[in-house]
């Protein structure tokens, strides 16, 4: 599930700031120390290594947004079956029901609507108040 938050950025960049600055920091004493001629020890660091460990890295990866595809295609599915589900049971409510009991069927409808309503809002982690305005 896709959710529109400008909050995202901000979270990540608390989390990982302290972090951040010291790789910062880090990277000016190394460009500044390259700068006045100290080179320190020369390392040599095999092809091989970078590729394997490139391999590696690219395997691991697919197997993650693999499974992470195939979580999100699933959750889609159960959700298209619950919206066809919901529209399904409307649609018997208000055909099944006779002219006298069009109330029971309209108030049923909305309580369907209600449910959906509250089960997105649940998945999204969202007070149901704020719902309306995503």
């Not at 896709?2 to 979270?11: A, C, E, N, T």
């Not at 040599?44 to 890295?57: I, M």
């Not at 699933?74 to 409307?90: D, I, K, P």
Request: hydrophobic share 45%.
């Amino acid at each position: 599930m896709v959710l529109k938050s400008s909050r995202f950025l901000p979270h990540i960049i608390e989390q990982i700031w302290k972090l951040l600055f010291g790789y910062v920091i880090f990277a000016c004493l190394v460009t500044f120390a390259f700068m006045r001629g100290w080179h320190g020890p020369h390392f040599d660091v095999p092809e091989v290594t970078a590729s394997l460990l490139g391999a590696a890295l690219g395997i691991v990866l697919g197997f993650r947004t693999n499974s992470a595809y195939n979580r999100w295609w699933e959750a889609r599915t159960l959700w298209g079956g619950l919206v066809n589900h919901s529209r399904n049971l409307a649609r018997q409510a208000v055909t099944y029901f006779p002219g006298e009991m069009r109330a029971t069927a309209r108030r049923l409808v909305y309580y369907q609507i209600a449910y959906i309503h509250a089960l997105r809002t649940s998945l999204r982690k969202q007070d149901l108040s704020d719902a309306s305005k995503s």
